[in-house]
Nanobody, 132 residues
Framework: QVQLVESGGGLVQTGGSLRLSCAAA????????????IAWFRQGPGKEREGVSC????????TYVGSVEGRFTISRDNAKNTVYLEMSSLKPEDTAVYYC?????????????????????WGQGTQVTVSS
């Protein structure tokens, strides 16, 4: 069992920046994120949930959906069991509830429409609103 808690959302103007955090905790003593891939998803008003980014376990390679490539950066600190999503040059269309999710093993491409079904644990989400 893995629990995820997102934070860092808020209201920002177009062109601004935010950093989201996803803190993980496990039921077992000594739990670490080392063997888990972590992804960020978002769901805008009236939209389907979509994958945004994912970071793998050991090599920390990352992947992004095209609409955020070059603007968002995902990173992880396994010692803190925390994953971050640095968002810059924010646009009104980035407005959404942002969720982190995790699964053991490899990332699933955020561009794959069924990727959300392949993640086992989810946080409650954090709202990001970008004003025009």
């Amino acid at each position: 069992q893995v629990q995820l808690v997102e934070s860092g959302g808020g209201l920002v103007q177009t062109g601004g920046s935010l950093r989201l955090s996803c803190a993980a905790a496990g039921a077992a003593s000594g739990f670490t994120l080392d063997s888990y891939a972590i992804a960020w998803f978002r769901q805008g008003p009236g939209k389907e949930r979509e994958g945004v980014s994912c970071i793998s376990t050991s090599d920390r390679s990352s992947t992004y959906v095209g609409s955020v490539e070059g603007r968002f950066t995902i990173s992880r600190d396994n010692a803190k069991n925390t994953v971050y999503l640095e968002m810059s040059s924010l646009k009104p269309e980035d407005t959404a509830v942002y969720y982190c999710a995790t699964r053991k093993g490899r990332c699933v491409s955020p561009g794959y429409s069924g990727s959300s079904y392949l993640y086992d644990y989810w946080g409650q989400g954090t709202q990001v609103t970008v004003s025009s």
